[in-house]
């Protein structure tokens, strides 16, 4: 039997989604597509499960949708009619899942496969790997957030450098242009992002999913919209808590702030 294109790890709270074409440096092909849409939808549905680790087997991330397959298609049939089957189960499977998504950048992430690491919540990245974005190149324009997202993310003007020439982004200046949250080694890339992703699981249930869809719905207003939407949600979520439970939290807190080193100290 072929080794399935996608391995997925569940060790509560967290999973760990590994893209399985190695050879092709896990290019999405149309069966990559849906599985990941059906796991993220899975995972979902899974009330154990609250982070996600996305990264890829072999020396590649991903490197992008898989133009070998899109190519095959006879005189007259379009790309866009080869690339279209599980793109929307794919992207709408990944922006179903209510908790943190990390990727663990280890290799190449190009095109849609640097669009699959921007469409997760933060981004890890091994020493040694890149993002590229050949859209331009490949005679194809972006359909999945990388002309909208890495702008907001970077600005406007490394966007369009990054865009506009095809040429790739190095790990080390991804981290500085802030692409990247954490620079990791290759070796110890998939345990630290799984490491953060644990630390998340380990907020409240339901208020932490709450705050990063406040987060990310927000960020699409005006300010002024924003704060008083926050202001808003704030007030029906304190609605549902007693003050005992805010008191055994803030407990909690304290005792984890005691126990826990600052980030990067010497200690």
């Given at each position: 039997?072929?080794?399935?294109?996608?391995l997925v790890e569940?060790?509560?709270?967290?999973?760990?989604?590994?893209?399985?074409?190695?050879?092709?440096?896990?290019?999405?092909?149309?069966?990559?597509?849906?599985?990941?849409?059906?796991?993220?939808?899975?995972?979902?549905?899974?009330?154990?499960?609250?982070?996600?680790?996305?990264?890829?087997?072999?020396?590649?991330?991903?490197?992008?949708?898989?133009?070998?397959?899109?190519?095959?298609?006879?005189?007259?049939?379009?790309?866009?009619?080869?690339?279209?089957?599980?793109?929307?189960?794919?992207?709408?499977?990944?922006?179903?899942?209510?908790?943190?998504?990390?990727?663990?950048?280890?290799?190449?992430?190009?095109?849609?496969?640097?669009?699959?690491?921007?469409?997760?919540?933060?981004?890890?990245?091994?020493?040694?790997?890149?993002?590229?974005?050949?859209?331009?190149?490949?005679?194809?324009?972006?359909?999945?957030?990388?002309?909208?997202?890495?702008?907001?993310?970077?600005?406007?003007?490394?966007?369009?450098?990054?865009?506009?020439?095809?040429?790739?982004?190095?790990?080390?200046?991804?981290?500085e242009w802030g692409?990247?949250?954490?620079?990791?080694?290759?070796?110890?890339?998939?345990?630290?992002?799984?490491?953060?992703?644990?630390?998340?699981?380990?907020?409240?249930?339901?208020?932490?999913?709450?705050?990063?869809?406040?987060?990310?719905?927000?960020?699409?207003?005006?300010?002024?919209?924003?704060?008083?939407?926050?202001?808003?949600?704030?007030?029906?979520?304190?609605?549902?808590?007693?003050?005992?439970?805010?008191?055994?939290?803030?407990?909690?807190?304290?005792?984890?702030?005691?126990?826990?080193?600052?980030?990067?100290?010497?200690?």
């Amino acid at each position: 039997m072929p080794a399935p294109v996608l391995l997925v790890e569940r060790d509560a709270p967290v999973a760990i989604v590994r893209l399985n074409r190695p050879e092709q440096m896990n290019a999405l092909s149309a069966e990559l597509r849906l599985a990941l849409g059906a796991a993220f939808r899975e995972l979902e549905d899974d009330p154990e499960i609250r982070a996600v680790v996305v990264t890829g087997v072999g020396k590649a991330f991903c490197a992008g949708m898989d133009l070998k397959e899109i190519g095959s298609g006879e005189e007259g049939v379009s790309g866009y009619e080869l690339s279209v089957t599980g793109q929307t189960e794919m992207r709408e499977g990944i922006a179903s899942f209510s908790g943190p998504i990390i990727a663990a950048v280890n290799g190449a992430a190009a095109t849609a496969g640097f669009e699959l690491a921007l469409a997760c919540d933060l981004i890890f990245v091994a020493k040694g790997a890149r993002f590229l974005d050949t859209h331009a190149r490949i005679g194809i324009v972006p359909g999945w957030g990388l002309s909208q997202r890495l702008p907001r993310l970077i600005g406007i003007a490394r966007a369009k450098e990054i865009s506009l020439s095809g040429n790739a982004v190095p790990a080390e200046r991804a981290y500085e242009w802030g692409i990247a949250n954490r620079l990791c080694e290759p070796e110890t890339l998939v345990d630290e992002a799984r490491a953060l992703a644990l630390d998340m699981a380990s907020c409240v249930p339901g208020v932490m999913e709450s705050v990063k869809r406040l987060i990310d719905e927000g960020y699409s207003m005006h300010l002024d919209e924003a704060l008083a939407w926050e202001l808003q949600v704030g007030i029906e979520s304190s609605k549902r808590i007693s003050s005992a439970e805010i008191g055994q939290r803030r407990e909690s807190v304290m005792a984890r702030g005691r126990d826990r080193p600052a980030p990067d100290s010497e200690s």
